[in-house]
């Protein structure tokens, strides 16, 4: 082989995955630079300590706390280090140093996105995050450059293995939400403060970056409505295994038409993060454990689903090296870089105009014309009922009689369903409202 | 916006795909415009009668028999015209001349892709080819860029919808294979002269090409080995059903390792169409109907899996038009285009080296000792037993009892395999073989 390029690469923090995407550049440099068409030179790791011990064994000579001049230094840029501060400050300082950056960091591209992409385009580099949602799944790419020729109409993920691992382990052994919490972090699945994962933070960012590259306009964590799982019992569980569907924790970004009532009026693009109940047989319901998938409906391409591992160490660090990789062999060949377009200025519309179907358990009276009476407030409402069943129970000490409803309905905006619940809350029928949950994929 | 350049767009063939390519480039001509940087104007439609009625309304004027000319005055050539000539004539001349081209022909691009490729490289314009394999599923795009930093060590895909759809037929109704074809045929799913779908043709050509792009190396037609499903029987699935498989034809790509007397001693890769059992829980099992999917199993990755539909104009337009603004992109941005790595240097495989799981159905007299027979005669040429289960029956008029023997192996070379159920046919308590067939996912 000629004479090969050399790329200097400075990799900003050590942790489960830094860690990986420096073993992988030390071992595979070989295969790496005859794909890239230059030596990819692993620079050195800034970290806060270089006396931490590591899972990975690594060069100690590479280690140093003064991420600067490792950064002012670099062709590329690798930033794995998490947080906003001071990632922020080195990637902008890499970037307008001219050196190509890839990061995974969710948390700082939902919270300050926009401000990365201009310094990127100012500069005419190549800025890349590919690890930010769903791990080792290649979705942005194919988001940004397959479909780039159709439009999106609406993305369904499953971008969070720990809370897919406590909602599956639910719905397998029955277990309460506490529990399964337990298992996970017995398992490593989630960490000891399960905070950002469970209360969907974690989803939340990764829904502001998916929704910005299939609707191609900004849209930030202020745009994102957001519910964990916390408040998903075993008896949701249950309901929704008996009526035929699955409870998972979706990211949600979709386009709502201008016109009708439900939507008041505005075209735009409702994201959003909330436990939802899908059919049993909907693709996404076959994801279980910690893994990942992301589901997309397109004009003309119609169905897709990526699926694959959505953490750890090596699979994240196998999509932080793919990125590397691309970014490197635009070096060699030349021409610009290029980040997300934003030419659709699509508004982000509030959690009160989204639609979706909903299913609703209650606690009625066992009473003639009940049924009747709840059908009728509905439809008052401008809410339709798809299913309606009634289960009665008898308490044979007390000899008392009284009936489980589950509702599911068609599509219905936000502000109708609350609405509606509200108004049912008010019959003198109604012992209690057991559930109100969303519904996709019907 | 200020005033933006134009590009030209010949486009060459108007069947399925080709009639909505040509409708989407006219109706959404500002919405490509503005993520391409570039108006992206369909100059022509080369087709071999001006007079054919199509399924899609098109302005008249645009239709050409001229070819040629159509190309030469390109920036940009989308060749859906199918087979090897004058396909392949024109695609050579409009890379000669500069434009990028974007094609979906697996026959060509898997019997002569070499010489495509060389054209592109030597003109440094893009050659782009998403849709020749999987449709709208993006999955070439992904092999090449965002596993650019992994190492792919296998692929399975159901990259055919007909043969799909006619075994997901059989297995759910119980159908023979003609019956399952000749409904196939009524919906619209098989071709009246189904030859290339079930004898494994076409999905013999994207394995090809799947292979190509998943380890840097290229593979021609004639280094895959196909079968196609003819041959597979009510009988085999309910076989396989009641095992708890399921059946599908599988395109296979699979990096096997130089030591070890099961690959003959050669590192290298098979590459491969066949139908395969596939265990019911594992994710290829759940894609039914007419859809595709792609899984593919990376050393850093771990499992990924790419899914939606395989064919139908719309669909495959999606693709089609993906790549058209990637390549127009590169013409705005600047740069030069980018085909496949063949830094690889692998080599194929014979059939006789692949390694899979096998299931064995045999009739066999019931005595005693037959399985311990059976069993000895399996470790003496080295290929271990998974399961094996045993099924009396017995004939109430004659009262003769006979016994059904199923055995499914660990992973064995073909040639291993091949000398056990030859030296197994011999056996004195063998009344017949009644089904060999190869297992994936255990």
Redesign the interface.
Known sequence: MTEMRTLKVALLGCGNVGA?VAR?LIE?AD??A???GARLQLSGIAVRNVNTRRDVELPQELFTTDADTLVKDADLVIELMGGIEPARTLIVSALRNGACVVTGNKALLAQDGPTLYEEADKAGVQLSY?AAVAG???IL??IR???????ITRVLGIVNGTTNFILDQMDTTGAQFADALAEAQRLGYAEADPTADVEGHDAAAKAAILASLSF?TRFALGNVHCEGITSVSAADIAAAKDAGFVIKLLAIAEKLPAAGAETGGTEGVSVRVHPTLLPREH?LA?VHGAFNAVFIE?E??????????GA?G??T??????????AA??IV????G?TE?T?GHVPALGIESATTSYYIGLDVADQPGVLARIAQLFAEHGVSIEIMRQTIHTDSASNVESAELRIVTHRASEAALAATVEAVKGLDVINSVTSVLRVEGV
Chains 1, 2 share one sequence.
């Open positions: 990986q992988i595979d295969a790496l005859a794909r890239t590919e080792a799944i290649p790419r194919p450059d397959s479909l780039a020729g159709d439009r191609h693709p076959a397109a003309n391409a119609g169905e897709l689903m990526f699926y694959g591992r750890g090596t699979p660090a196998s999509a932080v090296l793919g990125d590397l990789v691309s062999r635009r060949l030349g021409g610009p290029r377009t030419t």
